[in-house]
């Protein structure tokens, strides 16, 4: 069973600081991963996809990604109170003839304390 | 451009009986999926709509969820009869093409209550 694997936090950070989310997963057929931001009540947004090894960077935030070792971070700098959410890490994952599923972590909880 | 529409936003209802949630996908978006988080678990799939076919229903719990997609636009997926382990948030999404090349875009979701 193809699994994401996330530290469930709650991960506290002081404003300014740097927040590394960190999601290892199971299979090593996906190709695609993504970082979701969830605020309590909201829809899950995508703030990162990346696709090949390395780092992928947009503002503020670095998505890494190491197939070697199923491991996939999110690096948040200059952390900020709105930066507090729920961060889902996901992998898209093709299970035999089926679709292309998102296969979810429970999420880390992320408190940037001002 | 509008995103991915659900509702109700919240539905509690007894348990036996049944619920429809809407979905309506971003326009042009022929790929839908419905995912559903209960308590203290991930969110997982439940199923995938390519236009109004279904391509992928392996993540359907059992037969008492029936999901539609008539014309290949909004999806309502229904609920009967309710259990009380259905209860959690049930999300929709869409995406231009299969798989997340271009993302998969999320609505709201509906939290359903069975009581």
């Known amino acids: 069973q193809k699994e994401v694997e996330q530290n469930s936090g709650p991960l506290s950070v002081p404003e300014g600081a740097i927040a590394s989310l960190n999601c290892t997963y199971s299979?090593?057929?996906?190709?695609?991963f993504f970082w979701y931001r969830q605020y309590s009540g909201k829809s899950p947004e995508l703030i990162m996809s990346?696709?090949?090894?390395g780092d992928k960077e947009d503002g503020r935030f670095t998505a890494q990604l190491n197939k070697a070792s199923q491991y996939v971070s999110l690096l948040i700098r200059d952390s900020q109170p709105s930066d507090s959410a729920t961060y889902l890490c996901?992998?898209?994952?093709?299970?035999?003839?089926?679709?292309?599923?998102?296969?979810f972590g429970k999420g880390t909880k992320l408190s940037v304390i001002p | 451009e509008a995103g991915v529409t659900q509702f109700p936003s919240h539905s509690v209802i007894e348990k036996g009986q049944t619920v429809t949630l809407r979905c309506d996908p971003i326009?042009?978006?022929?790929?839908l999926y419905w995912y559903r988080r209960v308590m203290g678990k991930e969110i997982k799939f439940l199923l995938h709509?390519?236009?109004?076919?279904?391509?992928?229903e392996s993540g359907m719990p059992n037969n008492r969820f029936l999901a539609e997609r008539t014309g290949g636009t909004y999806s309502t997926l229904k609920v009967q009869p309710a259990e009380l382990e259905d209860s959690g948030v049930y999300f929709c999404?869409?995406?231009?093409?299969?798989?997340?090349?271009?993302?998969?875009?999320f609505g709201s979701g509906t939290r359903l209550t069975v009581v």
């Open positions: 996901a992998g898209d994952f093709k299970p035999g003839a089926g679709s292309y599923q998102l296969t």
């Open positions: 999404a869409s995406s231009q093409v299969e798989g997340g090349l271009y993302g998969y875009t």
């Open positions: 990346i696709y090949s090894n």
């Open positions: 299979d090593r057929g996906s190709q695609s």
């Open positions: 326009s042009g978006h022929d790929n």
């Open positions: 709509f390519v236009k109004e076919s279904k391509q992928d």
